[in-house]
Structure formats: structure tokens, C-alpha cells
């Protein structure tokens, strides 16, 4: 018996040594591999509402996953296409002309390849829109054919584009940087002896004037061809329902579709003119002005579509003329940031409905107003916008300061160059949004938190998704 048990003991003291021996091998092994780092697979640049934070590229590391959380989804669907995108941008009127000269040779070359340039400091301006004569931020009141009182020139004999020398030249340097970017052009009046009242402030264009004024669109596109700048598209008239500007003009919707349909467009047709002709430009309020144009089918078939602004109305009235009129072109050509707004109002409310807004409305370009000024909102003419911030204000010869349209427009311009589409992205309680694809294949998401506090989300695309944090009254571009 005590044999056995001495034989039991020895069978246990051995399981217990291998049982040791196991366990030590166990403590003495590698450990557990570490999970595989997430890879960065979506870039994106924040601009904070409280200006802590201004199109800064974010370190945060974002990869697609398939882990299920219950946090609010942005769809992507890049299935979904919509229209072109012309571009982004301002309008370079004869006051930031002035200013922008006013720099050194460096620092305006500085500002121009920070605006218009392609490297990465660059936010990729592509759309500009110019005035055919003054607007009410040129330092002068002029058109190309001003005349003594009381005369006239009907051969438009004394036609001249040299009031406007500086900002041709300008152009052409800007032209250096993007030789593509696109330009439509607008007058604020005509010559004041085409008008019934002999004003350059309101009025209406005579209908004795009509063809001849047809022939000043004409000059002035083959001129500035001359000069090496292709102007893409036109409109008649710079807010055609407002003559109380200096210099405006009031031309009624029949008026405007009498004058393109059997004045503008059989002279541009004539004289082998490809400008597109743009119907309205301006408030969103009065969709039946652009409506009533296309609906006269001689006029129609010479304009290309209708540009909006939006100091009155909603955003969707752009849809509801895109939805009379499908195959027309829609395009979105001003809105002033204003000297007494605030960064962060102004950032929400832009992003909201100039960007996002228009181009969810089928929009084709989204331009915000004045392009620089100086520090006292000028130069303008007597009677002209006092209180219109540009992008870019002017501090002398050597300084210059980045304001809230600039950022507004960088959203976009930096990230999605003409020739992308917009695609389809779903709306979500207060993260508005938009997305396009570019030429080279990316995806550009354009959200705007429009609450006050900050949301969590998720970007989902392919079946996978980001999660991300976009704080109140902030604006994100992200691109994968």
C-alpha cells in the first residue's frame, strides 16, 4: 500500500512540474500583438466659428470602418451625379483693382498666387465675375461709350475699354496663374444716353437703343478677346429690379426677353459670339422674372440658364426655376458679407446657403461679392455700398487681411476645381452639407454644423464609415 502510494505521489509531482512547466512557458512567451493602427484615409480642414481655427488641415485620424454605433449618418452616394461645377469666387470689381495695386510688387504677387494659384497655400479661385463699365464699387461712375449731354454715338464710334486698362491688366496677370479660370461679366448701365431718364442711376434702356446697346456687348467681348481674356458668360443686367443703385438700370422681365431675343442674341449669333447669355441676376424672391425670360421660346433658345442672388427670397428658388426649365444652367453670382456682421453668423449663414445651399440647388458656381477693399469698405461710387466687406482688406502697401468671405469660398474653391460633380449626400438635422467628385476621382464633403452645440457623425460611403466631431457654427471640408 505505502508503495502505491509513494507511486501516486511521484504521477502527481510530475503533472504538477509539467503543469509549472507550462505555466512558465506560458508568462515566458511573446505578447499578444498590438491591434493594427488605423490609416488615415480621410483628410479635412476646419474653420471654427470663433475664429480659433481657420482652414486648418486637422491631425485627426480617420479611417472607414463597419463598427456599428447609432450616431447620425451623411450618405455619400457617388451614383447619384448632378451638375457640373464651374467654380468659386468673387467679384473683381474696379475698387479691388485699385487696392490690390496699392501693394508692392511682392506682396500683391503673394496675395494673387495665395488667391489663384494651385500650390497648396492656394485656395484655388476659379470663377471671377467683372462689371462692363463701373459698379457701385469703382472709385468713378463710366461706361465705354460716355458722350457729351445731349449726344450721342449710335455707331459706338468713341467705344473704348481704357477706363477699365487696370483691371485688364489684372486680369492678365491673374490669367498667368489660372489661364482657365472663367469670367462672366455684368453691366450696372448702360451709356447714359441710351436711357430714358439721362441718369446713370435707374432709368430704362430706350427700345430705340436696343440694337445698338446689343452691338456694345459685342465690342466690349471682341475687345477684351483681343486682349487675350475670354469673358464665358454675360448677364444684361446686374439686378435689373434695383435702380436705385449708382450706376443701376431697371429692366422689366419683358423687357429683358425683348432685348435678348431679338437684339443680343441675333448680334452675338451673327458676329460668331459663343458667350453664354444669362438671364436675371438677382434676388431670389422674384423666380418668375428668370421664368417669365425662358418662357418666351425665341429668347430661350438664346439663353444658356439664370443667375441668382439672395438679399431677398430662399435658396430654393433656384430649384423651383431648374424644375420649370431642367435644361437650362443655373448659377449662383453675389452675396455681400456686410461691415457690421460677425465671423461666425456670417460663416454659418454662407456656408449654409451660398455654398451648400446653391450648389443643392443646382447651381453651377457660388461667387461671393466684393473681392478687397480698403479698411474703410471703399473705394465706391456716390451712392454706392458702404458697408460691403471684401474678402481682402487692404492695409496699405505691405499688409493685407483675410476676412470672413475668404474662408467662405475656400471651403470650396480649394477643394473642388471646375469640371467636378456634384453627387448625392444625405441632409441631417442641423449638418448641412454637400459633396462632389473631382476630375482626379476624390470626394470633396463640404458640412456646416448649423446648431450650437457639438455633433458627433458619421461619413458613410461604400458601406463603411468615419465617425468625426464638428463643433456648433463650424465648417468642415473633408476628402477621401
Same mark, same amino acid.
Given at each position: 500500500m505505502k508503495k502505491n502510494r509513494n507511486i501516486k505521489l511521484l504521477i502527481v509531482a510530475s503533472l504538477t512540474g509539467i503543469l509549472v512547466s507550462c505555466a512558465q512557458s506560458?508568462?515566458?512567451?511573446?505578447?499578444?500583438?498590438?491591434?493594427?493602427?488605423?490609416?488615415?484615409?480621410?483628410?479635412?480642414?476646419?474653420?471654427?466659428?470663433?475664429?480659433?481655427?481657420?482652414?486648418?488641415?486637422?491631425?485627426?485620424?480617420?479611417?472607414?470602418?463597419?463598427?456599428?454605433?447609432?450616431?447620425?449618418?451623411?450618405?455619400?452616394?457617388?451614383?447619384?451625379?448632378?451638375?457640373?461645377?464651374?467654380?468659386?469666387?468673387?467679384?473683381?470689381?474696379?475698387?479691388?483693382?485699385?487696392?490690390?495695386?496699392?501693394?508692392?510688387?511682392?506682396?500683391?504677387?503673394?496675395?494673387?498666387?495665395?488667391?489663384?494659384?494651385?500650390?497648396?497655400?492656394?485656395?484655388?479661385?476659379?470663377?471671377?465675375?467683372?462689371? +462692363?463699365? /463701373?459698379? %457701385?464699387? !469703382?472709385?468713378? @461712375?463710366?461706361? &465705354?461709350?460716355?458722350?457729351?449731354?445731349?449726344?450721342?454715338?449710335?455707331?459706338?464710334?468713341?467705344?473704348?475699354?481704357?477706363?477699365?486698362?487696370?483691371?485688364?491688366?489684372?486680369?492678365?496677370?491673374?490669367?498667368?496663374?489660372?489661364?482657365?479660370?472663367?469670367?462672366?461679366?455684368?453691366?450696372?448701365?448702360?451709356?447714359?444716353?441710351?436711357?430714358?431718364?439721362?441718369?446713370?442711376?435707374?432709368?430704362?434702356?430706350?427700345?430705340?437703343?436696343?440694337?445698338?446697346?446689343?452691338?456694345?456687348?459685342?465690342?466690349?467681348?471682341?475687345?477684351?478677346?483681343?486682349?487675350?481674356?475670354?469673358?464665358?458668360?454675360?448677364?444684361?443686367?446686374?439686378?435689373?429690379?434695383?435702380?436705385?443703385?449708382?450706376?443701376?438700370?431697371?429692366?422689366?422681365?419683358?423687357?429683358?426677353?425683348?432685348?435678348?431675343?431679338?437684339?443680343?442674341?441675333?448680334?452675338?449669333?451673327?458676329?460668331?459670339?459663343?458667350?453664354? +447669355?444669362? /438671364?436675371? %441676376?438677382? !434676388?431670389?424672391? @422674384?423666380?418668375? &422674372?428668370?421664368?417669365?425670360?425662358?418662357s418666351d421660346a425665341t429668347a430661350n433658345a438664346f439663353v444658356d440658364g439664370s443667375a441668382f442672388h439672395l438679399y431677398a427670397g430662399d435658396i430654393s428658388a433656384l430649384s423651383t426655376v431648374h424644375n420649370s426649365f431642367p435644361t437650362k444652367n443655373i448659377y449662383f453670382t453675389e452675396q455681400y458679407t456686410a461691415s457690421s456682421g460677425s465671423f461666425g453668423g456670417d460663416l454659418k449663414w454662407h456656408l449654409k446657403n451660398v455654398i451648400i445651399g446653391s450648389m443643392r440647388n443646382w447651381s453651377k458656381n457660388a461667387l461671393e461679392w466684393n473681392l478687397a477693399n480698403n479698411g474703410a469698405y471703399g473705394p465706391n461710387t456716390p451712392g454706392g455700398c458702404t458697408t460691403c466687406k471684401g474678402a481682402i482688406t487692404i492695409n496699405g502697401s505691405d499688409a493685407y487681411q483675410k476676412n470672413v468671405a475668404y474662408y467662405i469660398i475656400a471651403h470650396a474653391s480649394k477643394f473642388v476645381p471646375a469640371g467636378s460633380v456634384r453627387i448625392g449626400s444625405s441632409q441631417s438635422g442641423n449638418l448641412n452639407n454637400v459633396a462632389f467628385k473631382t476630375p482626379s476621382g476624390k470626394i470633396a464633403l463640404i458640412v456646416e454644423n448649423d446648431g450650437t452645440s457639438s455633433e458627433i457623425f458619421n461619413i458613410k460611403y461604400n458601406g463603411k464609415w468615419v465617425t468625426t466631431t464638428l463643433n456648433g457654427g463650424s465648417v468642415a471640408t473633408y476628402v477621401f
Open positions: 506560458s508568462d515566458n512567451s511573446s505578447p499578444a500583438p498590438t491591434p493594427t493602427p488605423v490609416t488615415n484615409e480621410v483628410d479635412f480642414w476646419l474653420t471654427n466659428s470663433d475664429e480659433s481655427v481657420k482652414l486648418e488641415k486637422q491631425t485627426t485620424i480617420l479611417g472607414f470602418n463597419t463598427n456599428y454605433n447609432t450616431y447620425t449618418n451623411i450618405e455619400v452616394n457617388d451614383t447619384q451625379i448632378f451638375q457640373a461645377i464651374d467654380g468659386f469666387g468673387y467679384t473683381l470689381t474696379g475698387g479691388s483693382v485699385d487696392v490690390i495695386n496699392s501693394l508692392t510688387s511682392s506682396k500683391k504677387q503673394q496675395l494673387l498666387q495665395e488667391l489663384f494659384g494651385s500650390s497648396t497655400s492656394s485656395i484655388g479661385v476659379s470663377y471671377l465675375r467683372i462689371s +462692363i463699365g /463701373a459698379s %457701385d464699387l !469703382n472709385n468713378t @461712375v463710366f461706361s &465705354y461709350d460716355d458722350m457729351p449731354a445731349g449726344q450721342t454715338d449710335v455707331n459706338l464710334t468713341n467705344f473704348s475699354l481704357t477706363p477699365d486698362n487696370q483691371l485688364i491688366l489684372l486680369i492678365k496677370e491673374i490669367l498667368l496663374i489660372n489661364p482657365n479660370i472663367k469670367i462672366m461679366a455684368a453691366p450696372w448701365s448702360p451709356p447714359v444716353w441710351m436711357k430714358d431718364n439721362n441718369s446713370t442711376i435707374g432709368g430704362s434702356l430706350q427700345p430705340q437703343y436696343y440694337a445698338t446697346y446689343a452691338q456694345y456687348f459685342v465690342k466690349y467681348i471682341q475687345q477684351m478677346k483681343l486682349q487675350n481674356i475670354t469673358i464665358n458668360a454675360i448677364t444684361p443686367q446686374n439686378e435689373p429690379l434695383n435702380p436705385a443703385n449708382n450706376p443701376s438700370l431697371y429692366m422689366s422681365a419683358l423687357q429683358q426677353a425683348d432685348f435678348i431675343k431679338n437684339h443680343l442674341g441675333p448680334a452675338f449669333q451673327t458676329a460668331g459670339i459663343t458667350t453664354k +447669355i444669362v /438671364a436675371y %441676376d438677382h !434676388n431670389c424672391d @422674384v423666380p418668375q &422674372y428668370p421664368i417669365t425670360v425662358l
